[in-house]
């Protein structure tokens, strides 16, 4: 049985290869994640309540976004808690701007499943390039 680190470490690579279904697959069905831009100027900002929901957190970030930089610098595991944080550098689609963000994300697992995640990060930079 894999470790929550591990379980999370396996989300990463996915989402670096564009393997979201896997992330879907792993998460809980009742998982919650939270962005931490405000959606009102962030399309992928925002709570996101389910799978369904937390797909729909991926195609908002997709339709607005070109990725060009992601990567995790570290990871840091206590019990059911793991956080990482790195790096995402973005392109907005709509204004041609970029951002880079370095970021920390907080995972809270329930038996080997990740049951809720935050992303904290520079909002008010990260908001500049979507206006």
Same mark, same amino acid.
């Given at each position: 049985?894999?470790?929550?680190?591990?379980?999370?470490?396996?989300?990463?690579?996915?989402?670096?290869?564009?393997?979201?279904?896997?992330?879907?697959?792993?998460?809980?069905?009742?998982?919650?994640?939270?962005?931490?831009?405000?959606?009102?100027?962030?399309?992928?900002?925002?709570?996101? /309540?389910?799978?369904?929901?937390?797909?729909?957190?991926?195609?908002?970030?997709?339709?607005?976004?070109?990725?060009?930089?992601?990567?995790?610098?570290?990871?840091?595991?206590?019990?059911?808690?793991?956080?990482?944080? =790195?790096? /995402?550098?973005? &392109?907005?689609? *709509?204004?041609? *701007?970029?951002?880079? &963000?370095?970021?920390?994300?907080?995972?809270?697992?329930?038996?080997?499943?990740?049951?809720? =995640?935050?992303?904290?990060?520079?909002?008010?930079? /990260?908001?500049?390039?979507?206006?």
């Amino acid at each position: 049985m894999k470790t929550n680190k591990e379980i999370l470490v396996a989300m990463y690579e996915a989402f670096s290869i564009g393997n979201i279904p896997y992330i879907l697959d792993t998460v809980s069905e009742n998982f919650i994640w939270t962005d931490s831009s405000d959606p009102s100027l962030v399309p992928h900002g925002g709570t996101y /309540h389910g799978k369904n929901e937390f797909g729909q957190f991926f195609q908002n970030l997709v339709n607005s976004v070109d990725t060009t930089l992601f990567e995790v610098d570290k990871y840091i595991a206590d019990g059911d808690t793991v956080a990482a944080y =790195g790096k /995402h550098r973005v &392109i907005a689609k *709509k204004t041609g *701007k970029e951002s880079l &963000i370095e970021w920390v994300m907080v995972w809270i697992f329930e038996n080997g499943r990740p049951v809720k =995640g935050k992303n904290y990060y520079d909002t008010r930079h /990260h908001t500049t390039i979507f206006a």
